[in-house]
């Protein structure tokens, strides 16, 4: 079976393209191949087909679209799963899956082969027939099909960075303006664009184009420029030597150029980088046994660069959700970080979990903390396990307001005390904002009974977190390079981000099917990986950007009156 959402939606068996059937009933179809293999409830598909007045008999018409499909499909395909429906997808029949494997694909060997990682981009692009699921854009399917599109935006953008890489500048250019008239305010291609009119010698060309992408945004949108596209403007004014043509970059692929680089670099771990997180199996079941014995709220409490939310994404939430998968369950999960309108966080993570929005959702959480709490409860049907995970909890306390602050603090009281037993909320906040939410008895007696602390990893742990993602992909450490490695993270504050970024361009460098002493020398060590990283940072900016940086670093350090520098 061939599934297609990349353009208008169509699904091919062996003897050619299949009839879907009206247009309500393909919707039905589509909003279910967005949520391949996983359940998508009755009510959503009723939203997505009528939006916020579907008439009275909108559950049984969908209940009939279903019942055509799994004739038309199979009927080990479409299946019923409480509260809804799943339609269950092979590996590389949906070409949505396709799509970002071939991206994920470029994204991990452009570094050291771009002319390959080129190749699998513009394969990837190549599965695109025009916008996600084109023919239904005008219903509920819209929101949904949009991130789909803005990830081909992407894509594409990545594309001309390797065109870059390989040189290609003068290429690039009509294809660059050509995307600009599809989407004249995205300021990625505008930077693209000077770049490449720079890099062929074309100066005031790219001085021109700035003022364009300035003009269009003004007048359009009422907005300047982005810091970033200024302060290349500036570089490209002054003629900055970082600018410069770079050689190309060697095409000839390395022996492991198909091997895909499991580590993360300065990113955060996702729930989809589950099965390359490492090293925290006690803390999961330390989390997952707090849940197990009664406890309806853990807090995980530990240092800045711990990893805490890596530990949430890609450790706790996916074994929560195969604690319910073995129970027969489907556990929802509402992930949302609180920022400055922690309300509208929680809508939008309700949004992303099951699609339910609407005018109404917003007020209904702000209304009081015992309606929210009943309104995050209700969504999705009662009965199901539901998990509100509040990562980075402690910008409650640095952005949002004081009201905002108290009101969704009691609404977390009330969805961890409320009658529904299998509503759970998991939290991750940062050891110096321990205090902060004590303040509050309710939140406090609930924190104290179901906290974990996130300590130092263990010379285990640092090995497995080392070791293991590379294992999964054919590659060995040297075990000398895994004792430095780990002796450099022992004697660094908060280094996990420091030992990911250093781990992914060590993969990147490597030759063989070992990981040495010598790669990791050749690179300068852990002080140079990081310089070098951080030098590029700070040449990327302008000087006004510098100056600020530089009155950043300072107020990092301090003086003693010996006069040795140490960090703060």
Same mark, same amino acid.
């Given at each position: 079976?061939?599934?297609?959402?990349?353009?208008?939606?169509?699904?091919?068996?062996?003897? !050619?393209?299949?009839?879907?059937? !009206?247009?309500?009933?393909?919707?039905?179809?589509?909003?279910?191949?967005?949520?391949?293999?996983?359940?998508?409830?009755?009510?959503?598909?009723?939203?997505?087909?009528?939006?916020?007045?579907?008439?009275?008999?909108?559950?049984?018409?969908?209940?009939?679209?279903?019942?055509?499909?799994?004739?038309?499909?199979?009927?080990?395909?479409?299946?019923?799963?409480?509260?809804?429906?799943?339609?269950?997808?092979?590996?590389?029949?949906?070409?949505?899956?396709?799509?970002?494997?071939?991206?994920?694909?470029?994204?991990?060997?452009?570094?050291?082969?771009?002319?390959?990682?080129?190749?699998?981009?513009?394969?990837?692009?190549?599965?695109?027939?025009?916008?996600?699921?084109?023919?239904?854009?005008?219903?509920?399917?819209?929101?949904?099909?949009?991130?789909?599109?803005?990830?081909?935006?992407?894509?594409?953008?990545?594309?001309?960075?390797?065109?870059?890489?390989?040189?290609?500048?003068?290429?690039?250019?009509?294809?660059?303006?050509?995307?600009?008239?599809?989407?004249?305010?995205?300021?990625?291609?505008?930077?693209?664009?000077?770049?490449?009119?720079?890099?062929?010698?074309?100066?005031?060309?790219?001085?021109?184009?700035?003022?364009?992408?300035? %003009?269009?945004?003004?007048?359009?949108?009422?907005?300047?420029?982005?810091?970033?596209?200024?302060?290349?403007?500036? *570089?490209?004014?002054?003629?900055?030597? *970082?600018?410069?043509?770079?050689?190309?970059?060697?095409?000839?692929?390395?022996?492991?150029?198909?091997?895909?680089?499991?580590?993360?670099?300065?990113?955060?771990?996702? %729930?989809?980088?589950?099965?390359?997180?490492?090293?925290?199996?006690?803390?999961?079941?330390?989390?997952?046994?707090?849940?197990?014995?009664?406890?309806?709220?853990?807090?995980?409490?530990?240092?800045?660069?711990?990893?805490?939310?890596?530990?949430?994404?890609?450790?706790?939430?996916?074994?929560?959700? $195969?604690?319910?998968?073995?129970?027969?369950?489907?556990?929802?999960?509402?992930?949302?970080?609180? !920022?400055?309108?922690?309300?509208?966080?929680?809508?939008?993570?309700?949004?992303?979990?099951?699609?339910?929005?609407?005018?109404?959702?917003?007020?209904?959480?702000?209304?009081?903390?015992?309606? $929210?709490?009943?309104?995050?409860?209700?969504?999705?049907?009662?009965?199901?396990?539901?998990?509100?995970?509040?990562?980075?909890?402690?910008?409650?306390?640095?952005? $949002?307001?004081?009201?905002?602050?108290?009101?969704?603090?009691?609404?977390?009281? *009330?969805?961890?005390?409320?009658?529904?037993?299998?509503?759970?909320?998991?939290?991750?906040?940062?050891?110096?904002?321990?205090?902060?939410?004590?303040?509050?008895?309710?939140?406090?007696?609930?924190?104290?009974?179901?906290?974990?602390?996130?300590?130092?990893?263990?010379?285990?742990?640092?090995?497995?977190?080392?070791?293991?993602?590379?294992?999964?992909?054919?590659?060995?450490?040297?075990?000398?390079?895994?004792?430095?490695?780990?002796?450099?993270?022992?004697?660094?504050?908060?280094?996990?981000?420091?030992? *990911?970024?250093?781990?992914?361009?060590?993969?990147?460098?490597?030759?063989?099917?070992?990981?040495?002493?010598?790669?990791?020398?050749?690179?300068?060590?852990?002080?140079?990986?990081?310089?070098?990283?951080?030098?590029?940072?700070?040449?990327?900016?302008?000087?006004?950007?510098?100056? $600020?940086?530089?009155?950043?670093?300072?107020?990092?350090?301090?003086?003693? %009156?010996?006069?040795?520098?140490?960090?703060?």
């Amino acid at each position: 079976m061939d599934y297609r959402i990349l353009g208008p939606l169509e699904v091919s068996a062996g003897n !050619g393209p299949l009839e879907l059937g !009206g247009r309500r009933q393909r919707t039905v179809l589509a909003a279910l191949l967005l949520n391949a293999n996983r359940v998508t409830p009755t009510d959503q598909l009723v939203d997505v087909v009528w939006g916020e007045e579907p008439p009275p008999t909108a559950r049984r018409s969908v209940q009939a679209y279903v019942s055509r499909l799994r004739k038309i499909l199979g009927d080990d395909r479409v299946v019923p799963v409480a509260p809804g429906y799943l339609i269950k997808v092979d590996e590389g029949e949906l070409d949505a899956d396709r799509f970002e494997a071939l991206r994920l694909h470029a994204r991990s060997i452009g570094s050291v082969d771009p002319k390959n990682a080129l190749d699998a981009l513009h394969e990837a692009l190549s599965l695109w027939r025009g916008p996600a699921l084109a023919d239904l854009r005008d219903g509920g399917i819209s929101s949904r099909a949009y991130p789909y599109d803005e990830e081909r935006r992407t894509a594409i953008e990545d594309a001309f960075d390797l065109e870059f890489d390989l040189g290609r500048y003068d290429e690039a250019i009509p294809r660059i303006e050509a995307c600009l008239l599809d989407d004249p305010y995205r300021e990625r291609l505008w930077g693209q664009l000077m770049l490449a009119l720079y890099r062929s010698g074309r100066q005031a060309d790219a001085l021109k184009a700035y003022g364009r992408a300035r %003009e269009r945004l003004v007048n359009d949108l009422g907005i300047d420029p982005s810091p970033e596209l200024r302060a290349l403007e500036e *570089q490209i004014l002054n003629q900055d030597p *970082q600018l410069g043509t770079p050689m190309p970059t060697r095409t000839e692929p390395p022996s492991v150029s198909s091997i895909r680089n499991p580590y993360k670099g300065l990113a955060s771990f996702t %729930e989809r980088d589950a099965d390359d997180f490492f090293g925290r199996d006690r803390l999961v079941a330390r989390i997952v046994e707090r849940f197990a014995s009664g406890s309806r709220l853990v807090a995980v409490i530990g240092s800045s660069g711990c990893g805490k939310s890596s530990l949430l994404t890609a450790g706790a939430i996916p074994a929560l959700r $195969a604690r319910s998968r073995r129970d027969g369950e489907v556990l929802q999960v509402f992930l949302m970080e609180p !920022g400055q309108h922690p309300f509208e966080a929680l809508e939008l993570a309700i949004a992303n979990e099951i699609g339910l929005t609407g005018d109404g959702l917003l007020a209904a959480l702000e209304a009081n903390p015992r309606e $929210a709490a009943e309104v995050l409860c209700s969504r999705g049907g009662d009965g199901r396990p539901k998990l509100l995970v509040v990562d980075q909890f402690e910008d409650l306390f640095t952005a $949002a307001d004081q009201r905002a602050r108290d009101r969704f603090i009691e609404t977390l009281v *009330q969805v961890a005390t409320c009658p529904d037993p299998k509503m759970m909320v998991l939290l991750a906040l940062r050891a110096d904002f321990y205090d902060r939410p004590l303040h509050n008895r309710e939140l406090a007696g609930l924190i104290v009974r179901g906290m974990v602390t996130v300590t130092p990893l263990d010379p285990d742990e640092l090995r497995s977190t080392i070791v293991e993602p590379a294992a999964r992909v054919g590659v060995s450490f040297d075990p000398d390079l895994v004792a430095r490695l780990s002796e450099d993270v022992r004697r660094e504050p908060a280094a996990l981000p420091q030992l *990911q970024y250093a781990l992914t361009r060590l993969f990147d460098a490597h030759t063989g099917s070992t990981i040495t002493t010598e790669d990791f020398d050749k690179e300068g060590g852990m002080h140079g990986i990081l310089a070098r990283r951080a030098e590029s940072t700070y040449l990327g900016l302008g000087k006004l950007e510098r100056e $600020a940086a530089r009155q950043v670093f300072f107020h990092l350090i301090r003086v003693g %009156e010996a006069g040795p520098v140490t960090r703060r």
